[in-house]
């Protein structure tokens, strides 16, 4: 396994754009793994919202697809996430976490972070 | 896309066994022997606890098992014990386009 931790911003503010970022140690982005991101809104449930392949290769969730972008930086072992045009419903928990075949089966994880989107 | 079906809440007494489900459709859980569960505990990372249905990565419990039948699989949780009580969600492949699905969440309560 390797060992994941979100970084970014705590607060946004509605309307714009949140940034988080997760370095992997113990591996290589550039491995042929699925580098993803998930969210848990508070008292709801575990939402996936995408992933980026080694390749560069992206899928993301439907619902959240037009403002999602993941992208990887070899230069510094990292994956990112951005979200545009943020409201309060994406006030939630953000983890980072490695997907082995892009199915589902998430056997790392970061240890998440909320982010609150308010003014 | 709907999340995938849990029941919000089961319980039981230590020792007991109890059984959690997720339900699906053909073109998820139906469809393919894809299913993980994951163990969440309030504050923590998740952990995964069943991968591809059945399998049981190394260092989970052997008192956890899993199975599928038809558009249902299930989490069975044998000999309960108190710190079992966590949250459970299923996840189950659903095909390229949007490939990952979770359940909407089951707590465990262990009386």
């Known amino acids: 396994q390797v060992q994941l931790q979100e970084s970014g911003p705590g607060l946004v503010n509605p309307s714009e754009t949140l940034s988080l970022t997760c370095p992997v140690s113990g591996g290589s982005v550039s491995s042929s793994y699925y580098w993803s991101w998930i969210r848990q809104p508070p008292g709801k449930g575990l939402e996936w919202i995408g992933y980026i392949f080694y390749t560069g290769s992206t899928n993301y969730n439907p619902s959240l697809k037009s403002r999602v972008t993941i992208s990887t930086d070899t230069s510094k072992n990292q994956f990112s996430l951005k979200l545009t045009s943020v409201t309060a419903a994406d006030t939630a928990v953000y983890y980072c976490?490695?997907?082995?075949?892009?199915?589902?089966?998430?056997?790392?994880w970061g240890q998440g972070i909320l982010v609150t989107v308010s003014s | 896309q709907s999340a995938l079906t849990q029941p919000a809440s089961v319980s039981g007494s230590p020792g007991q066994s109890i059984t959690i489900s997720c339900t699906g459709s053909s073109s998820d859980v139906g469809g393919y022997n894809l299913v993980s569960w994951y163990q969440v505990y309030p504050g923590k990372a998740p952990k995964v606890m069943i991968s591809d249905v059945s399998n049981r990565p190394s260092g989970v419990s052997n008192r956890f098992s899993g199975s599928k039948s038809g558009n249902t699989a299930s989490l069975t949780i044998s000999g309960l014990q108190t710190e079992d009580e966590a949250d459970y969600y299923c996840t189950s492949y659903t095909g390229d386009n949007s490939p990952v699905l979770f359940g909407g969440g089951t707590k465990l309560t262990v009386l």
């Open positions: 976490a490695r997907d082995l075949a892009g199915i589902g089966h998430f056997d790392s």
